[in-house]
């Protein structure tokens, strides 16, 4: 069930929504948030493909906001739709064309489920400060992808300088499952760390936070190497035992799929250790709604910007793209 709206305004949206809801009865109850997408017009189906394997996890209420140039005439074009392509969950699909893009909040905030937390994902290069665009600011969360910036690792220098609880970024996502098998292998293992090393392809933030993330852990400094990807492709942790003995932790994943675990003299073990899909890490990203002081402090260890000194919480800052200098 879909409806698709031309020229149309903020009130004829919410009066299509709150028509499917009642056309779809119980298929649009039972919200645990909303997802706020902002993405480009030629990531759009990026967007929804993500947005449906997340949403098949986590219901949702998904608002999708696709900013157009400012200097065209103001125009919006909506499409509802309830239990669509986007599986089951009540998707509002907004393309905003001139000025009406720079003030999105007007139309999106009547359409935030109500008695739910907002969480704000950016699909597109990140912002340079969240706090300039009011969907960040309203949200509890805020969700962005270094890896999609122009130059990755500065990106995340403004992330960290910009950084307020609740920010994450789906570079960080991506290096969860090297971060728990990396913490599974240590188990049981008695010994100080001495070093640790990880290896990818060039300026991979993803990479540069699970250095950080080892940093921030063990407390020892560790190296960084360049390999021809793709993603990360090896990690290791030296441990020295009580009888002066190495013990020696290592991952290596050449292929993007399988990884092989290197752990001590015990036999090579080959794993599944396979590249996410999109999806996939948007759907982890949305099962918390609290902060994540792990991550604050992997990208603080990179970046050696001070986290703890920025501020708590966001307050608008209204900025005119067509009065700012070039």
Avoid at 144 to 157: E, G, K, Q, V
Avoid at 192 to 214: I, K, Q, T
Wanted: aromatic fraction near 4%; include cysteine; proline fraction near 7%.
């Amino acid at each position: 069930m879909a409806t698709t709206l031309w020229d149309t305004t903020g009130s004829d949206v919410v009066k299509a929504l709150l028509a499917e809801r009642r056309a779809a009865g119980a298929l649009a109850s039972g919200l645990a948030l909303t997802l706020v997408a902002v993405v480009d017009e030629r990531r759009v189906q990026e967007a929804d493909q993500a947005a449906t394997i997340a949403a098949a996890a986590h219901p949702c209420r998904l608002v999708m906001v696709v900013r157009h140039s400012i200097t065209a005439d103001s125009r919006l074009d909506a499409e509802v739709q309830i239990g669509g392509r986007l599986g089951s969950t009540e998707a509002i699909v907004m393309r905003m064309h001139g000025r009406l893009g720079l003030h999105a909040e007007s139309v999106v905030l009547p359409l935030l489920a109500p008695d739910a937390p907002v969480v704000t994902w950016w699909h597109g290069a990140p912002p340079d400060e969240i706090a300039t665009d009011a969907l960040g600011v309203l949200a509890n969360r805020r969700v962005t992808d270094s890896a999609l910036a122009p130059d990755p690792l500065a990106s995340l220098n403004r992330r960290a300088s910009d950084f307020v609880p609740g920010d994450t970024d789906l570079a960080w996502t991506r290096c969860t499952p090297w971060r728990s098998l990396l913490a599974s292998a240590m188990d049981g293992v008695e010994g100080d760390p001495v070093s640790a090393s990880v290896s990818a392809e060039a300026a991979n933030p993803s990479a540069v936070l699970l250095a950080g993330w080892l940093t921030s852990r063990l407390g020892v400094t560790t190296s960084s190497d360049t390999s021809g990807g793709p993603g990360i492709t090896a990690a290791e942790i030296v441990m020295r035992r009580s009888d002066g003995s190495e013990f020696v932790i290592g991952i290596d994943r050449p292929d993007g799929a399988s990884a092989t675990l290197r752990r001590g003299g015990e036999e090579p073990r080959v794993l599944p250790l396979p590249r996410r899909e999109l999806g996939d890490l948007l759907a982890e990203e949305l099962r918390r709604m609290d902060p994540d002081p792990v991550y604050a402090e992997a990208l603080t260890r990179y970046t050696d910007i001070p986290i703890d000194s920025t501020p708590r919480s966001r307050v608008l800052l209204w900025r005119d793209p067509a009065l700012t200098d070039p």
